[in-house]
């Protein structure tokens, strides 16, 4: 991703108003590069991720009247189809609300009804979606094959800067969850200032490994797509599978992996820390954690901020010599965020 030249004290305004805009001009620059890979599953290129996702979001439009400032539920596998979805959403104007499989029920429909859902998206011959959604009145799509067959894919899509990206339940402070709205403007502001941060270049592999529901998701899905990046998208679980973690990033060259300190110990308790790009947040990072990070790779970040300023609102690299305080401090304001203390 590129930014406008600055001068002193300019702002930093980015050259798109949405990710969907970032992603479009990366598929066309490396139109035949993978995109995106699911172990054990055929990739997509960026070409072919673009196009699936224009032809869902015109069947979308003009079968289920899906539109600007509409929120679609998003209760699919870690498969392919997944971010055809995501992108499909955006290009009809409409926000994407994740529901992950693994939630309690109760939790699952409180998240419809309060979202106001104009549509679900599931697998086909879902039992597990009849299950938890059968008895409420929210219109329901099965993603079939055919869906992406029609030659005839959106041209054009009305969204802005100010329109909604996506719907994030948090547990909220009494338990209750609560929804946080995040436009395409933040989203696109964070990823170009984690861009300036930490830069990913073409041809780096990105791999994925935290639920759709979980804000950080949203950095490990489209942060590599708007980069001319490839995305590897492990599947539900992957976190805790050390073991198949280390084989995957050995398979696909990965680069750059974003996980939680639990699931980093799970690499150290194994024996087993794969020399990558580093990014270590979603929970306190222990001191001993972290020196054990730094240990085994030279490009370890902590991350941190709350989901209501857009995923992470600083990234500073951790060394030695500022571990040496016996703490494990937290900086590095991304673009256009500033920390008070």
């Known amino acids: 991703m590129r930014l406008r030249q600055m001068g002193n004290g300019e702002r930093a305004e980015p050259e798109a108003a949405t990710s969907l805009e970032l992603f479009r001009r990366e598929a066309e620059r490396v139109a035949e590069k993978v995109a995106l890979i699911v172990p054990g599953q055929d990739g997509l290129t960026y070409r072919e991720l673009d196009e699936r996702s224009g032809r869902l979001a015109a069947m979308l439009q003009k079968k289920r009247g899906i ?17 055809v979805a995501l992108f499909a959403v955006w290009k009809c104007g409409a926000a994407y609300v994740p529901l992950d499989r693994d939630f309690p029920k109760e939790r699952l429909r409180f998240m419809v009804e309060d979202a106001a859902l104009a549509l679900l998206i599931h697998e086909e011959n879902d039992d597990e979606m009849e299950q938890v959604f059968g008895e409420q009145s929210v219109a329901k799509i099965a993603l079939n094959s055919y869906l992406f067959r029609d030659n005839q894919a959106i041209e054009a899509w009305n969204v802005g800067a100010a329109d909604a990206a996506y719907i994030i339940y948090t547990s909220g402070s009494t338990g209750t969850p609560k929804g946080v709205l995040i436009t395409h403007g933040n989203l696109v502001n964070f990823l170009n200032g984690m861009s300036r941060a930490l830069g990913l270049e073409e041809g780096e592999v990105f791999l994925a490994v935290t639920t759709i ?3 950080i998701s949203v950095l490990e899905l489209f942060w590599p797509l708007v980069s001319g990046a490839s995305l590897v998208l492990a599947p539900s679980g992957a976190g805790r599978d050390g073991e198949a973690l280390e084989k995957w990033i050995g398979e696909y060259g990965v680069t750059t992996m974003q996980a939680t300190p639990t699931t980093w110990r799970v690499f150290l308790e194994n024996g087993q820390c794969p020399a990558v790009r580093v990014l270590c947040g979603g929970e306190a990072l222990p001191y001993d954690l972290a020196r054990d990070l730094c240990h085994y790779s030279e490009d370890v970040w902590n991350l941190y901020g709350p989901t209501e300023t ?32």
């Open 67 to 83: 539109e600007r400032g509409d929120r679609v539920g998003i209760y699919l596998k870690r498969n392919e189809r997944l971010l």
């Open 213 to 215: 529901s979980f804000d």
């Open 310 to 341: 857009t995923i992470w609102s600083g990234a500073l690299k951790l060394n030695f010599e500022n571990l040496a305080s016996g703490s494990v401090p937290v900086g590095g304001v991304i673009l256009n965020t500033q920390f008070e203390v």
